[in-house]
């Protein structure tokens, strides 16, 4: 019992981690990171610590919100792995649609480690 507690409250970590991306509240994406976490797109080098993070964050302002529509989300523990579509403004102007799977992993009430899975060859971008 104690374990789907745990989950139900990283689920809702990882919920609230992306609803502040889609209204870009970099203090809320920050302050939901240990010091240490470790952001990486896959096939691209990672994004490691908070000031790093930050660096990343500021790539975004100026630009439109995004939004996440989950697919499917599943906590086990201290790991939440969802599919989602996320429909983003690129710094062009253009807007696409991304189909992707994140894995974040929860420690001490933050996430200390947040991998997407997307193809960067085109398909699954609408």
């Known amino acids: 019992m104690a374990n789907q507690s745990l989950a139900a409250k990283n689920d809702a970590i990882v919920r ?6 889609e209204r870009r509240d970099e ?6 990171c ?6 990486e797109y896959v096939t691209m080098p990672p994004i490691v610590g908070k000031t790093a993070l ?6 975004y302002r100026g630009r439109p919100g995004a939004r996440i529509d989950i697919r499917l989300q599943v906590a086990s523990g201290d790991v939440v792995f ?3 579509f ?3 403004t690129l710094k062009s102007g253009r807007q696409v649609t ?10 001490d009430d933050q996430i200390s480690a947040w991998r997407d899975y997307f193809d960067t060859r085109g398909r699954g971008v609408a």
Do not use: Q
């Open 98 to 107: 991304i189909r992707c799977c994140g894995v974040f992993e929860i420690k």
């Open 82 to 84: 969802n599919e989602r």
């Open 34 to 39: 240990t010091a240490d976490a470790v952001w």
């Open 27 to 32: 203090v809320t994406i920050l302050s939901l």
């Open 16 to 21: 609230e981690f992306l609803a502040a991306w």
């Open 86 to 88: 996320d429909h983003l």
């Open 54 to 59: 930050a660096e990343h964050l500021s790539e």
